[in-house]
């Protein structure tokens, strides 16, 4: 990315289905913690996260 160049980052730019927060990681990277980056990577491939069952979709009929 060239100097001056402005990438519009925000948190939902960093959405994760396993409900992991990527901020940290964007801003070792942007700031040039490359060493911690490279942990911080690590940790995750160690201990990855567990996903968030996802909800089941009601059609809204109920038996009785």
């Known amino acids: 990315v060239p100097d001056g160049a ?6 939902d730019s960093f959405k ?4 992991i ?3 940290p990681l964007a801003t070792m990277l942007m700031t040039g913690d490359f060493e911690a ?7 995750l491939f ?7 069952p996802k909800k089941k ?3 809204g009929s109920r038996s009785t």
Request: glycine fraction near 0%.
């Open 6 to 11: 402005k990438i519009p980052l925000t948190k």
């Open 16 to 19: 994760s289905e396993k409900n």
């Open 21 to 23: 927060d990527y901020v």
């Open 37 to 43: 980056a490279d942990q911080f990577t690590r940790d």
């Open 46 to 52: 160690a201990h990855p996260p567990v996903a968030c």
């Open 57 to 59: 979709k009601s059609n």
